[in-house]
């Protein structure tokens, strides 16, 4: 359901933008296919209350609507998602036995960023850089015993590419991105003996590296 929101909504702005906009690439609607890449997490508390493990890289998709502010500046919205597992090791407590899980996890981000392009006249490559802040969303299962818990969190993300176009409207995405949760795990989301959640209070931030790129479609009369 999720996924089908987000999708609507950004169709439907895609929409608005098209038929109000008489001057030529006012928006632009991003596809995003990633790999992102593991990335180990750890929190010690004392000798019998923390955890590490990692978060198993795989398959991220993605949407975004951006609207051109500029001719080679752009403000863009996007929607990542990956589900993915979280191999982890962990106490609880004094009285608890160390433990190793493989958690079910979910995360998604949504971001606000801006793009700065760069292309040459004639060029059909179109680089560009671009910087985003906003909110992640996690959730994490135990298949154990079926305990679930979730947060949201601040993340943020930069990255570095080039759109490739094969046409005056229709271009092909490159690019690779860095994205990150600040204290990722911890407080509201942590791993321990209760099954997703349980006593370990301190965090643990999440940096992902993704590779990939996507497609992108000029919006505008």
Known sequence: MKKVFFLLLLTGIAGMVHAQSPQPEKARINGYANYVFDDK???????YNYYNGKIKG???WGIGAEFM???MYGLELM???QSTTAPTTYQGGIGSTLK???FDMNIGYLLLGGNRYLQKPGSKV??????GAGIAFLSVTNPSNNNKNSATKFGW???LGANIW???RFGIKLQTQILSIAQGFGGGLYFGTGGAGAGVSTYSSIYQFVLGGGITFKVGQ
Do not use: C, H, I
């Open 41 to 47: 997490f750890d929190s010690y508390y004392d000798a």
């Open 166 to 168: 094969a046409s005056e």
């Open 157 to 159: 993300t930069a990255r």
């Open 69 to 71: 502010l500029k001719p």
């Open 126 to 131: 179109e680089g560009f850089g671009g910087l």
């Open 100 to 102: 190793t899980e493989n």
């Open 58 to 60: 795989g398959f991220q």
């Open 79 to 81: 929607y990542l998602n």
